[in-house]
C-alpha cells in the first residue's frame, strides 16, 4: 500500500484530515504465510485468530474464508463472529468470564467452549443437565511453569485438585464431547514457546490422552519496520523461527503415534499489526522554552504505542516546511504524555500528512471515546476507497447516556 500527497489529498476532500487505512491484501499474505509455515513441519495445522486484537469484521470475514477459526473472549466477540456468518463450531470461546445466557446459547448450537475456572464448570454442569440430548463441546484452560517469569492468571493448575475435577468431568459425562486442552501465556519471546510446546506434550503423554485438538494459544510478534524491531531489547523472531520452536515438539512426539491432533495457534498481532496505517495532520507548531512541538490531529491512543517512536512518513502536503530536530509529535488530547513521536528530525509544515505504520494491533479496539470520538477506516487496495468503519460521531458515543 503506497501512499503519497495525491491519495492523502483525495481521502481528506472525503473523510476529513485524519483516517486509518486497512491494508486487507497485506492480511490475506501474513494469515497464509503463518499457517503454511507451521503446516511444513506439523501439517494438520490451523489459526484461530484472536478477535480481540482487532474485531474489524472484513479480517474476521477473510479468517472465516481462508479456513481459519475465531478465537473469542467475550459475548460481544462471540456476536461478531456470529454476524460476521461464522459457523458456531468454528468458534473457540476462551476468557475467564463469560455470561451464562450467553455460553448456554453458544455451546447448545455447537460452539466449543475452552473452561477457565472451576466456577464456569459448575455453571457448564447445568447447561449439559438441561439439554441432555445436545452435545456440549468443551476443551480444557492448562496452566503450568513455562520460565517466563510469569504466574499466568489463566486456566487451571494441571497438578491442581481443581483440574483432576475438569478432567473427569469432561471425560465422563454422557452428553458432553472433550474436545482440546489449551493454553495461554502473554510473552512473546521465542525462548518460552519451546516450553510452551514441551508443557502441553508432558501433560497428554502423563494423562494418556491426545485429545482431537491441542491449542497452545497466541503471544507472537509480527512483522515490522526495521527502525521499530531496533528498538526492542531482543531479537524479533520471524514466522519460521516460531514454527521451529513450537511445531517441531509435536512433530516429533507424535511422529510415531496413530493419532495426529489438530494443532492450533491463536494470533493477533502476527497476523494483523502490519496491516493498518494511522494518517493524520499536522495542526499546529510551537516552541516552547526552545523546544519545538507539532500537535498532531491524532493521539497516542490511536496508535497504540507507547514508549517507543512508530514507524513514520512524513508526506509534504505543500505548505510551508522548516528543518527541524528533536521536535516532538503530540496528540490532540490534553495529556502530557500523549506523544506519538519523540524527537523527530527533518522538514516539517502545518497540514502535512503523518503516516504511522505497524497501528493493527489494538489501536481501533483500545481506542476510547476521549476528548475525541474514533477516526474513519478504510481499505484502498482495490479500485475503490472501502469505507470499513465510518467516522464516530457524538451520537455514536452519547446515544446511551441520559441528558
Known sequence: MKIDKKIITNLREEYGDAFYLLDSEQFQKNFIELRDTFRSIYPNFNIA???????????????????????????????????????????IWNGPIKNSQKLEEFLVAGGIDNVDCIEELDIIKGIAKRHPSNTINLGIRCNYEVGDGVVSRFGFDVDSDDFKKILD?????????????????????????????????????????????????????????????????????NYQQYAEAAATVFAEYLKDKSVKPELIIEPGSAVVGDCMKFVGTVKTI?????????????????????????????IAMGGEQQEYSELDLVGFTCIEGDVLYHNYDGKLGREDAIVINNCGSYSLVMKPPFILPNFPVLDICGEKVEVIKKGEVFDDIFHTFAF
Open 49 to 91: 485468530y484472536s478477535y480481540k486484537t482487532n474485531y474489524t469484521p472484513k479480517f474476521c470475514k477473510l479468517v472465516d474464508k481462508m479456513g481459519g477459526y475465531a478465537e473469542v473472549v467475550s459475548e460481544m466477540e462471540m456476536e461478531i463472529a456470529l454476524r460476521c456468518g461464522v459457523k458456531h463450531n468454528r468458534i
Open 169 to 237: 468431568y469432561v471425560q465422563n459425562t454422557t452428553n458432553v464431547h472433550f474436545y482440546n486442552f489449551q493454553c495461554h501465556f502473554a510473552k512473546r519471546q521465542i525462548e518460552y514457546w519451546p516450553a510452551r510446546a514441551k508443557g502441553m506434550v508432558e501433560l497428554i503423554d502423563r494423562l494418556g490422552i491426545i485429545p482431537e485438538r491441542i491449542d497452545i494459544g497466541g503471544g507472537l510478534f509480527g512483522k515490522m519496520d526495521d527502525s521499530l524491531k531496533a528498538q526492542f531489547s531482543g531479537e524479533i523472531p
Open 286 to 314: 510551537k516552541n516552547v522554552r526552545g523546544k519545538y512541538i507539532a500537535t498532531v490531529l491524532g493521539s497516542q491512543k490511536n496508535i497504540s504505542m507507547s514508549g517507543v517512536n512508530p514507524p513514520m512518513q512524513v
